[in-house]
Each structure stands twice: as C-alpha cells, then as structure tokens.
Nanobody
Framework: QVQLVESGGGLVQAGGSLRLSCSGS????????MGWFRQAPGKERDFVAA????????SYADSVKGRFTISRDNAKNTVYLQMNSLKPEDTAVYYC?????????????????WGQGTQVTVSS
C-alpha cells in the first residue's frame, strides 16, 4: 500500500494562488494514478483533477479548468496541484488519492488510498 500526506494548504485572498503537494511513501509511487478531490462543509466530496501514472494524461473538473494544474514528479514520489485565480467557492479540504488502475476516474470510490487532507480557505 501507499501512504499519502498533503501539504500546502492555507488562507489566501480571492485571485491568489496556492500549490498543494502530496507526498507518497510505501509501494512504488509511479504505479498509481493520482487524483485530487475536495470537500466543502456540508457538501459531498468532489473530483478536482487526476493524472496518469506517467503524467501524460490529465483530467479536470469543469469548475477548475484553466485555473488549476495537476502534475507529478515520480522521482520525488510527489503529486502537485497548482491553484491559480482562486475563488471563495474553492474553499474546502483538499485530499489526494491513489488508484491502482489506469483509469482517470472521477469517482472517489475507485481510489484505494487517501491522505488526511489539507484545508484551503479563500477569502473574498
């Protein structure tokens, strides 16, 4: 299995940027499709972005396209989420997750391992 730890969350004003990191340990990181999800208070967990094992395929939720960028560095066992032009509605706990399949799934149920989450708060 793989252990995941997110970092990089915080408080930022609307229009600002943050970069989240997710570091993996345990099994070989490069064999996992990686995803980012978020959950706002009182809401369901939503898909944000996913990246294939090699980094060659990307997928984004419509709400973040053009503002967020997912990337990975398998040599560092780390996946990133660069978030630009942040909006108050981006406020949520952000989770990274690992999936042993090759699919870029939108469903959290398809992901096998999860981090503990990092809080992102965007003020207006």
């Amino acid at each position: 299995q793989v252990q995941l730890v997110e970092s990089g969350g915080g408080l930022v004003q609307a229009g600002g940027s943050l970069r989240l990191s997710c570091s993996g340990s345990g099994r070989t990181f490069s064999i996992y499709t990686m995803g980012w999800f978020r959950q706002a208070p009182g809401k369901e967990r939503d898909f944000v972005a996913a990246i294939s094992m090699s980094g060659g395929r990307l997928s984004y939720a419509d709400s973040v396209k053009g503002r967020f960028t997912i990337s990975r560095d398998n040599a560092k066992n780390t996946v990133y989420l660069q978030m630009n032009s942040l909006k108050p509605e981006d406020t949520a706990v952000y989770y990274c997750a690992a999936d042993g399949s090759i699919l870029l799934s939108y469903s959290g149920a398809d992901y096998d391992y999860w981090g503990q989450g990092t809080q992102v708060t965007v003020s207006s």
